[in-house]
């Protein structure tokens, strides 16, 4: 099973990245079933109709979760992704939501701690880069 080991955070990159793919392409697919989840705060503090918000989070959602697909920007994008699910987290409260949706932050926080691993995109390019200072 050891050989294995060196698969678990990539798999945890795709999974994580996976779930933010569902729910980014399911609010550019259906804005007006995401908005009832908006906070009233959100919606006063910026002049956009609702379903333009939605259309802006699912995109950032997309943006964020294909970079850490591919394994380019990892620390940048998985960061970014787990505030926004902390974020996520304290407008859906306690509750089994809040609570799936505060393991998933931690999951993606445990991205940015260990970075790029050796199925990054950033991987291939770190070594490709040291590949020609040496050479």
Known sequence: MMNFKKYSPLLLR??????FLWFGFSQIKNPSNWTGMMPEYIQSAI????NTLIYINGAFEIMFA???????FTRTASLLLTLHLFHIVT???YGAVGARDFALALATFSIFLRGRDEFCLDELLAEKRNKKKKG
């Open 14 to 19: 795709v999974g994580i990245s996976m779930v």
């Open 47 to 50: 002049s956009l109709p609702p």
């Open 66 to 72: 294909v970079l850490l697909l591919i394994g380019f």
């Open 91 to 93: 407008i859906v409260g």
